[in-house]
């Protein structure tokens, strides 16, 4: 059982997932499944955002940063923007150490539908 659970909504202009919980070495495989299952059953074309909402995420290691990573080659090469939505230190405090912060774009919320 995981201590990671991953929703996701599609909008008009943006697929909106929401991550609750640890992302670790135990979760990054369940993560992963729930993202690719989700850019996956995108309506055609596809939103040209991709909004990752992290601010319930209550832990962040180097296999989910990498990840981040990962999901943002896939994102450029779909012509999607892709944006983090994270507040809390646990998150935020990775992505600074590793610079990822002047990376990513992150925002304090998610954004309202267009």
Not at 49 to 61: C, E, M, R, S, T
Not at 66 to 86: P, W, Y
Request: aromatic residues 4%; glycine residues 8%; hydrophobic residues 45%.
């Amino acid at each position: 059982m995981t201590n990671l659970k991953v929703e996701w909504a599609y909008r008009s202009d943006a697929l909106v997932v929401t991550v609750t919980g640890e992302i670790d070495a135990g979760t990054v495989v369940h993560l992963r499944d729930g993202l690719e299952a989700a850019r996956a059953g995108a309506p055609v074309p596809p939103p040209r955002a991709v909004v990752l909402d992290l601010q319930q995420v209550g832990f962040l290691d180097s296999g989910g940063l990498a990840l981040l990573v990962e999901l943002s080659h896939e994102c450029e090469a779909a012509g999607q923007e892709l944006s983090l939505v994270c507040t809390n230190r646990a998150v935020r405090r990775p992505l600074e150490l590793t610079g990822l912060d002047r990376v990513f774009t992150i925002t304090g919320a998610v954004p309202p539908a267009a």
